[in-house]
Structures are given as structure tokens and as C-alpha cells.
């Protein structure tokens, strides 16, 4: 007599037919903002989903291919509706507009940030509208694609980093050896540190313990944004 083979209690069998790409990628997101990008993989999708990877399979070919879904669902339609007519303006709200999607999902700005693999949520529209905005401004040829890497490396630049992940591992006890560590800069050595601790702690980049999700860096974000777009005028003054 055979048997049949035992399934995994509560585990469904889902087919390519019952389970659909947009389900996936919402499980995908759930778990990031729940669990953390440590936590983020095929395994454990399927888990989340309560089925077999198989299934995911039929609709996302691997986890790369996860991650650009993912990132192309949570930054969908970044640019403000005023980026042609203010490009200045334009690039500010881009900027302030890709900022406000990771403080929704902190989680998901490691995977942005370390990864090429974010480069396959394409979004010719919106690069389209960056680059044709530049060149009409006056950015011309290599002028044009240094403005446009300069656009897109301030909306991710300052936002990854001020969202980077804090070790989950013994995360309490690092954070106070951190503040310890900060605490205890030496005053002679260090006196223009020391004399601005009050604000610099916990506020400032390498200085602190917490990410922006506890600790946002509001001021440093909108003195940098600005500082960008002053300095793309002034290259077309020149």
C-alpha cells in the first residue's frame, strides 16, 4: 500500500491561477516593515503566504527580481506634479517625496542602497521627465547626465544613510555602548566635539544610536536638499 505524502499543516498548495503577483509583493513589503531586510526571502515569503516557493516562482523568477518589485511598487509616482514648470522646486520635492516613502518603509532603503539590483525597477517615465527638465533648464551632454546622477544621488543619498539599519543583534546593548562611546569624547583633544555634543548626539552622522525612524534628521535633510540645488544653479551660471 503507498501513502500519500504528508503536507505541512496549514500550508496551501497555491497554483499560479490562485495566487497573484500583487499578493506576493504585499506579503514581501509586510515582511520588510515587520521583520527587517534581514529577514527578507523566498523562504520566508512563502511562510507569510502559507505556501510552497513553488508557487511564488510561477510569478517572480528569484529574490532579486522580488526586490525591484518591491521597490518599484513602494516609490511609484515620486515626481511632484510642478517638476517641469520649477525644476528647483521640482528637484526639492522629489527628493522630500522619495524621503517620505522610506520613512513609511525604513526597512526597504538598505536594499536601495547596497544593492544594483535596485536598478531593475526601471521607471522611464520618471527619468524621462528628470532628464528632459534638466536639459530645458540648460544642462547639456555630460553637464546633463552629471545633473541627473546628482538629482538621484541626493534623493537616495542622505535618506539611505539617515534610514541605515541598526544591528538587530543585541541592539540595546550597542546602542549604549554607542551613547557610552559618544559620551565619553575626550574634551582637550576634541573641544569643538565636545563643546557641540548637546546637539550633535544622536543627531548627527557616526554620532548616533538610533536611525531616522526613531531619530529623523529633518534639518540636515532640507539644508542638504537645498544645498544641492543651489550648487546645480550655480554650475548653470558658470
Known amino acids: ?49 502559507k505556501v510552497y516557493p513553488t508557487a511564488i516562482y510561477w510569478h517572480i523568477a528569484n529574490r532579486n527580481a522580488l526586490i525591484a518589485e518591491v521597490i518599484t511598487k513602494i516609490l511609484f509616482d515620486l515626481l511632484p506634479e510642478n517638476f517641469e514648470s520649477d525644476w528647483r522646486e521640482g528637484v526639492l520635492g522629489l527628493c522630500r517625496n522619495y524621503r517620505s516613502r522610506i520613512k513609511q518603509h525604513p526597512n526597504i532603503a538598505p536594499l536601495i542602497g547596497v544593492q544594483l539590483v535596485s536598478n531593475a525597477s526601471l521607471d522611464f517615465e520618471m527619468i524621462e521627465r528628470i532628464l528632459s527638465t534638466l536639459e530645458k533648464a540648460g544642462f547639456k551632454n555630460e553637464e546633463l547626465r552629471d545633473a541627473y546622477n546628482t538629482v538621484i544621488a541626493a534623493m537616495v543619498g542622505y535618506t539611505t544613510q539617515e534610514f541605515a539599519m541598526v544591528p538587530k543583534e543585541s541592539s540595546d546593548a550597542w546602542s549604549e555602548a554607542m551613547k557610552s562611546s559618544i559620551r565619553s569624547v575626550d574634551a582637550e583633544r576634541y573641544p ?39 550648487g546645480l544653479e550655480a554650475r548653470l551660471r558658470r
Open 192 to 230: 569643538t566635539t565636545a563643546g557641540n555634543l548637546g546637539v550633535m548626539e544622536n543627531q548627527s552622522y557616526i554620532m548616533r544610536w538610533e536611525n531616522g525612524a526613531v531619530a529623523p534628521l529633518d534639518a540636515g535633510f532640507e539644508m542638504f536638499i537645498q544645498a544641492v540645488v543651489d
Open 1 to 49: 500500500m503507498t501513502t500519500k505524502p504528508r503536507r505541512k499543516p496549514g500550508r496551501r498548495p497555491k497554483s499560479d491561477e490562485s495566487l497573484s503577483k500583487q499578493e506576493i509583493v504585499t506579503a514581501a513589503i509586510r515582511i520588510l516593515d515587520r521583520d527587517g531586510a534581514e529577514a527578507f526571502s523566498m523562504r520566508n515569503l512563502a511562510n507569510e503566504l
